[in-house]
């Protein structure tokens, strides 16, 4: 089969593989829609994982069955299914604690283009098919479900380790896609006012669509300094990072009241402390929460979450910018994630 892979660290192309083989609980599938992310960039250009030679790319799709092993009771061939970037195993130790996305060692959810081939491929393996994969509800068009494979569940997640309450205040440092998500997330849960961080108009128009009422800019200075401004020096009751780097902990810390929480979903791809500011942080006593996590994979969330966009309850079209046709665009659409151009927000490869 033919794949678009990550050839070493800075480099990139297509490459022939052997299709992967069927396991008795797994499932081979064929893309029907695809996207590329931030993360592939942060893996390939910046080594944020490591070295990676001839892996496959891509954690984001939707897809066809085209077979399933001997035990796997729900799926069959023809199939079309939600495929979540992160597909643990189920039956581990750390599923069984509540941390599915770690099952087999820290962030070992995450196989797709990490541990194994990824899924910018002619064919690709799913594991414990019966626990990661659903099917597309009726009503959802094929170049949204992608978002639902990463963008959705990460930006949500977002706002449940920020345990965004009825009535909240809340600071979204980062407004891409998973911002974005992380700004729908908020308002679904209940937020009042959401302060958005970011500058480009497509991303802002998007931003107040999902539920943003108030615009910071970093370029107009501190975003501590202006979300304590705007709440007349209390602060916010929670902060979802969804963007930045390791320094961002830090204004996202002066921004948040005492006894606030803070939410990570971003994936830091360089640096290496995180920075803490000890008098704001209460020199250690403030009881300011910092919870950063990868978000749940899973069919059960995969279900979950479709059912919003089915019923109509979260709209996907504005995440989607650029939409590509044909499986030999994946390599296009990458390349457009990587340069970043001021009107991109999300591009869609349909197969």
Known sequence: MKGFAMIKIGETGWIEKETPKCGPLDAICKPLALAPCTSDIHTVWEGAIGERHNMILGHESCGEVVEVGSLVKDFKPGDKVLIPAITPDWNSLEAQAGYSMHSGGMLAGWKFSNFKDGVFSEFFHVN???????????????????????????????????????????????????????????????????????????????????????????????????????????????VIIAGGDVDTFEEAIKALKAGGKIGNVNYLGSGTYVKIPRVEWGVGMGHKQINGGLMPGGRLRMEKLGSLVAIGKLDLSKLITHTFKGFEKVEDALYLMKDKPADLIKPVVVI
């Open 128 to 238: 414990d098919a019966d626990g990661n994969l659903a099917l597309i509800p009726d009503g959802i068009k094929v170049e949204h479900a992608p978002m639902l494979s990463d963008m959705v569940p990460t930006g949500f997640h977002g706002a449940e380790l920020a345990d965004v309450q009825y009535g909240d205040t809340v600071l979204v440092i980062g407004i891409g896609p998973v911002g974005l998500m992380s700004v729908a997330g908020a308002n679904l849960r209940g937020a009042s006012r959401i302060y958005a961080v970011g500058t480009r108009p497509k991303c802002i128009e998007a931003a107040k669509f999902y539920g943003a009422t108030d615009i910071i800019s970093y370029k107009n200075g501190p975003i501590d300094k202006q979300v304590l401004d705007l709440t007349h020096g209390k602060g916010v009751d929670k």
